[in-house]
C-alpha cells in the first residue's frame, strides 16, 4: 500500500455525506509510459471506501471490514475491528484482484476488486514511490504536500475543509454504519 488517505466526508449530489478512506496501490510489476518526461511509471490501483469497520447492522460487513479482512487473511472480531488501526497497513504488499471493464468511449478501466496477503515464498519488489500515510485532522500539514494533487484536491473538497460541519476524527474506523454505498 503506498497510500492511504482519509479524504475527510465527501459530498454526493442526492446521497448523505460519507467519510471516504482511500487506499492506493502502486504496482511493482506493471509499467507504462504515461508522461513522456518521467519515462516509465507503475501503474496504480485504488480502493475508496466508506470510512466503516462496523454496520449498524451486526450480520453484516462493511466494504472498508470486508476489504482489509481479505488482506490481513483473517476475519475480525468485534473488538478487533473497532480498534484496528488501518495506519499499519502503509507500506505493507499486497496481492491485488482486479477486473477490466469498457469505458464509455472506448479503453479500458481496471476495478480494484479486493486484496490479499502475497504467499509467504513470494519475493515482493519494493516500491519505487515512498509510503504516505495522510489524516483529515493533519489539515494542510503533517504528509498532506506528500500526497499527489489530485488527492490534496479531493481533500480540500471535503466538509472538515469547507466548514460544512463535519468533524474531525482519528484514523481509527467509525463505527455504525454502512449504509451509503461505496
Known sequence: LQVLADLGTQLFQGKDPTRKLLFVFESTDHFDEFDATKGSEPFILMNELAFFMNSANPSKKTKLRTFVEGWRGTPFTE????????????????????????????????????????????????????????????????????LPPWIQKKVRESTEFTGAGAEESPFVPADGGDENPD
Not at 95 to 116: E, F, I, N
Open 79 to 146: 473488538d478487533e475491528a473497532k480498534a484496528y488501526d488501518l495506519e499499519q497497513l502503509v507500506g505493507k504488499p499486497a496481492l491485488l484482484m482486479v477486473a477490466h471493464t469498457g469505458k464509455v468511449g472506448g479503453g479500458t478501466k481496471a476495478m480494484l476488486q479486493g486484496a490479499s496477503r502475497p504467499h509467504k515464498d513470494t519475493e515482493v519488489p519494493a516500491m519505487r514511490g515512498k509510503p504516505v500515510c495522510y489524516e483529515i485532522g493533519m489539515k494542510e500539514g503533517g504528509t498532506f504536500t506528500q
